[in-house]
């Protein structure tokens, strides 16, 4: 996301309700009955809400007067945000997870480059604007500029401001809303998800694929790849960029709220959500494409964009399903990939060896990064229990991956970049009854 639509939530570790005083423990659990929300839930808001706008980590270090005020901040300032139409918590969305990308980012990097070019071109006015604090030296600690004037730190001049870095020979800082320093630095990653606003599940058109930007912890979080789930995120402001229509924004302890239910949908429709069924479903969405139809879906869903004054195209995100011709559970080392390292399968139909005999077209080479490895199980089936079955060759599987297009001898050959896999354990051979694993056969 761009820094216009940066919306974090923080958060910390769990604080038992013992831990917190009384008049807190009271003013919460009001506030979770009119809410109609669990009272965990509300404190784990509450402990976000201190940690974001007060830097406060420990609770149990603060007086029970003031996490008592700050218990009534957020309940007053949530009430004003619902009554004006406004939600802290975002709204609650359906579906199941589809895939992962391979690579995360750093949230806050244009906001660091912006800040240096701000205070670069005008200190004072990059100051006034509540975005960036300055730090001057004080006689024995830093003292911190901002749009609400210059208060002490807690720094000694001897030592370097937590979160701080250089601009036009000055040390300066990002600013919370309320004023207070915040990291340089918000690692994130974008989920797949196929789904949409629980009240509007069923409606004609309502499902799409969403990007769920997941930030801090949740970067990195492991989910069952078309397991119907239930999750809470911000839909993306109305006057957000064309490219970023799609993105949901997350709480940063969102890897821990992930609820997997079928039972947002009547009990005679469940068998609807199953992927095989879900994915290829063309009238619920669009995002379906056989693997013979791979290179029209590059020509015809593909995005061009502009990077230093070249013009790129990305490829679509996109369904497909095929048969397991190889596969390589093993990993090798790879430069281009963020963990170093990567695997593959192919995939192929009837329809494609038809099309191109023993010819190049006759598979599509699957690549899969680090992180659907880790954080997603590619190449296994699951139980309703959650066991798992590793699946071989002449498996049935489905894939969320981003084509892409080589051109080999004149023609265009399709490949995808895979965010996702999902293997029903009724239309898988398992791993024990054969299939070379190994990356040898890619050789």
């Known amino acids: 996301m761009t820094e216009e ?69 957020l309940v007053i300032e949530t009430r004003n945000e619902t009554s004006s139409g406004g939600n802290y918590g975002g709204v609650k969305f359906v579906g199941m997870f589809a895939g992962v990308e391979p690579n995360s980012r750093d949230r806050r990097a244009n906001l660091v480059k912006r800040a240096k070019r701000d205070f670069t071109l005008d200190a004072g006015a990059a ?20 749009s609400n004037g210059e208060k002490r730190s807690e720094f000694k001049t001897d030592e370097i401001p937590d979160h701080s870095f250089i601009a036009d020979g000055e040390r300066i800082v990002l600013l919370t809303k309320a004023g207070r320093p915040k990291a340089m630095s918000m690692i994130g ?43 809470e995120a ?5 006057n957000a960029p064309e490219g970023f229509k799609d993105v949901l924004g997350t709480s940063l302890s969102i890897k821990d709220s992930i609820e997997y239910t079928d039972e947002f949908v009547a009990k005679e429709v469940r068998p609807l959500l199953n992927p095989m069924k879900m994915w290829v479903d063309l009238e619920l969405h669009g995002y379906y494409a056989p693997l013979e139809e791979l290179t029209e879906a590059f020509e015809s869903m593909s ?20 048969t397991v011709n190889r596969l390589s559970s093993e990993a090798r080392d790879s ?27 006759k598979e599509v080479m699957c690549w899969i990064s680090s992180a659907c490895n880790d954080l997603t ?16 060759e002449n498996s049935t599987v489905l894939i969320c991956g981003r084509v892409a297009v080589k051109r080999k001898d004149g023609k265009d050959i399709p490949n995808l970049k895979v ?9 898988i051979r398992r791993r024990a009854t054969g299939g070379d694993t190994g990356r040898g056969q890619f050789e």
């Open 234 to 238: 911000r839909p993306p402001n109305e």
């Open 303 to 322: 995005r061009t964009f502009t990077i230093n004054g070249e013009q790129g195209k990305s490829g679509p995100v996109i369904f497909t399903r095929g």
């Open 419 to 427: 965010m996702g896999v999902y293997a029903d354990r009724r239309r």
């Open 5 to 73: 639509y940066e919306e974090i939530d923080y958060t910390i570790e769990e604080t038992n309700a013992e831990g917190l005083p009384a008049g807190v423990v009271e003013r919460l659990t009001k506030y979770a009955e009119r809410i109609k929300k669990e009272y965990s839930e509300v404190e784990k808001q509450y402990l976000a809400y201190i940690a974001k706008e007060y830097l406060c980590e420990s609770p149990n270090d603060e007086d029970d007067d003031l996490l008592i005020d700050w218990a009534e901040q």
């Open 189 to 231: 990653r974008n989920y797949f998800f196929l789904g949409a606003p629980e009240d509007e599940f069923t409606n004609d058109g309502a499902i799409q694929l969403w990007r769920l930007d997941c930030q801090g912890e949740s970067a990195n979080m492991e989910v069952r790849i078309g397991k119907p789930c239930r999750i």
């Open 377 to 392: 199980n590619p190449f296994s089936s699951f139980t309703d229990d959650g066991d798992e079955i590793p699946y071989a």
């Open 335 to 361: 430069e281009y990939d963020e963990g170093g390292r990567s695997y593959s399968l192919s995939l192929t139909s009837q329809a494609l060896q038809s099309i191109h005999g023993n010819s190049d077209g």
């Open 127 to 146: 100051v006034s604007s509540g975005f960036v604090g300055h730090y001057t030296k004080g006689d024995d600690v830093w003292m911190l500029n901002t």
